[in-house]
């Protein structure tokens, strides 16, 4: 069995990509962020067609939330208990379409089943900005709802856009983003990512792809793909029990070639 993550960066000005990649990838299920879509104009049949069953979560032209599989799509749920809301500029407080999760794996697999996330992390945007403080705590009220009944048989996925760069390593040059006091690699926002580590969740790319360079987005300005002026911001994280079936696990660097790309590439880990 084969799962993915990507942002797609708007599903529907980039469902001709991802109906590509599904096909020639094999990908089983795929979790996908930054859908950009409401229910009603979600491409449903582009998939069912394909033989994957959907679970969405949008309401607006922002955010929203995927999972395709083909392998079982049960027990869907859209958010998270204690995910925060968040509104501004007089808006009243809600929760956004930032994170969904099923349990996959339950048909046409030797795979024992398992939870699986698909997670778009706020962007803090600025350090001292509001979404900052409202990142801060997405990450850490995810974090209390996964560990709070997490034990050696529990089998779960995480997987997503989590705009946080936990390493040196996860970002072309520490240097500009230190001097320029970016986000993505702030102590708060590392803390709060690294808190899963330390909880018992394993990243599955990073021990099979150790070292720099093993980037997950680019942006569109500066040129930054041809630089290789990247980060590694997209993961999977599983608990142990899952994290110990994984047989493979890689970047699909070339999804951010050719005609209108997304800024973010899939992630993609192997079972069995």
């Known amino acids: 069995m084969k799962f993915a993550t990507w942002n797609v960066n708007s599903l529907r000005a980039r469902a001709d990509r991802v109906e590509d990649w599904l096909e020639n990838s094999d990908v089983d299920?795929?979790?996908?962020?930054?859908?950009?879509?409401?229910?009603?104009?979600?491409?449903?049949?582009?998939?069912?067609?394909?033989?994957?069953?959907?679970a969405h979560f949008g309401y607006s032209q922002w955010n929203g939330v995927a999972i395709?599989?083909?392998?079982?799509l049960e027990d869907v749920q859209r958010g998270f208990e204690g995910q925060p809301t968040f509104g501004k500029n007089g808006v009243d407080p809600q929760i956004e379409a930032r994170a969904i999760s099923a349990v996959v794996g339950t048909k046409n697999t030797d795979v024992e089943p398992f939870r699986l996330y698909s997670l778009y992390v706020p962007n803090g945007r600025a350090l001292d900005d509001e979404h900052m403080h409202?990142?801060?705590?997405?990450?850490?009220?995810?974090?209390?709802?996964?560990?709070?009944d997490l034990d050696d048989s529990t089998r779960v996925a995480l997987t997503g856009d989590w705009n946080v760069a936990p390493y040196d390593e996860d970002v072309?040059?520490?240097?500009?983003f230190l001097n320029d006091g970016l986000t993505h690699v702030s102590e708060p926002e590392r803390t709060a990512f690294r808190a899963f580590e330390h909880s018992g969740l394993y990243d599955v790319v990073r021990?099979?792809?150790?070292?720099p360079e093993v980037y997950t987005y680019?942006?569109?300005?500066?040129?930054?793909?041809?630089?290789n002026n990247g980060m590694r911001i997209d993961f999977i994280l599983a608990s142990k029990n899952l994290a110990d079936d994984v047989t493979d696990a890689w970047i699909e660097r070339d999804e951010?070639?050719?005609?209108?790309?997304?800024?973010?590439v899939p992630v993609v880990a192997q079972l069995g």
């Open 256 to 264: 951010r070639k050719g005609k209108g790309p997304s800024d973010h």
């Open 29 to 54: 299920v795929l979790t996908i962020q930054e859908t950009k879509a409401r229910d009603e104009n979600f491409p449903w049949s582009m998939f069912e067609m394909a033989g994957y069953q959907v």
């Open 207 to 211: 021990p099979r792809h150790p070292g």
């Open 134 to 148: 409202y990142k801060i705590e997405f990450l850490e009220q995810l974090h209390n709802h996964i560990t709070s």
């Open 172 to 176: 072309w040059d520490m240097e500009v």
């Open 68 to 72: 395709v599989s083909r392998v079982g």
């Open 218 to 227: 680019w942006d569109y300005q500066r040129l930054s793909f041809p630089k």
